[in-house]
């Protein structure tokens, strides 16, 4: 059953504040290198394409939902921060807050639409499946220019390889079918390389 407005509302607030506050508290209490996909950009567009898939129908209610769920996470990280380790509650609404902020409209839009593709058919549902792959894959990218770099060690090796076999798990669970799961796999690295034009673009590594 296909949810109603108000329960994609609803989910789209609280889900959005436990998905900053937990992030958080993710960071503060995983040992490394597991407690980076704290700091992965890449885990909250995941986040973004999973409430979509949870919509199924409906891209307009999909792309507001997990623009709005992104939105709010923002917020209710930088609580957590406060509440855990302190920080000022002023960052809430620091500049770099409202750059994050609208990164997430950004990335909701894309990735909400893409959860609701996923359920579909034809290529819509090839380029939905692929999507969440493509941004781990992307931000494995990141990790690899790293390598080699004395400054991090094997630190990128790890975070490269997390990715790597994240961005594959994803696309499986998503993906059903044998063929379609293949045939996201084989989308997902073009899609990756747009994606890594666009985190550089977007300052990102």
């Not at 994609?8 to 959005?16: F, L, M």
């Not at 960071?27 to 885990?43: K, Q, T």
Request: aromatic fraction near 12%.
């Amino acid at each position: 059953m296909n949810p109603n407005t108000t329960q994609v509302a609803v989910v789209a607030v609280v889900g959005g504040f436990l998905l900053g506050f937990l992030d958080f508290v993710w960071i503060a209490s995983m040992p490394y290198p597991f407690a980076e996909l704290g700091n992965s950009s890449a885990v909250w567009a995941v986040a973004a394409f999973g409430f979509g898939y949870w919509v199924r129908t409906g891209w307009l209610r999909a792309a507001a939902g997990a623009a709005g769920a992104l939105v709010v996470a923002v917020p209710s990280y930088y609580l957590a921060a406060t509440l855990i380790q302190g920080d000022d509650l002023a960052i809430m609404w620091a500049p770099t807050a409202l750059l994050w902020m609208a990164f997430g409209v950004l990335a909701g839009v894309v990735f909400g639409v893409g959860g609701t593709w996923a359920r579909g058919h034809g290529w819509r549902q090839v380029v939905g499946v692929a999507l969440p792959g493509a941004v781990l894959l992307a931000e494995a990218a990141l990790h690899a220019r790293d390598i080699g770099d004395p400054r991090y060690g094997r630190d990128s090796l790890w975070l490269l390889m997390i990715n790597i076999a994240l961005a594959v798990a994803v696309v499986l669970l998503a993906g059903g079918r044998t063929s379609v799961r293949l045939r996201g796999l084989a989308a997902a690295v073009p899609l990756a390389a747009a994606g890594f034009a666009a985190f550089r673009l977007g300052g990102f590594g």
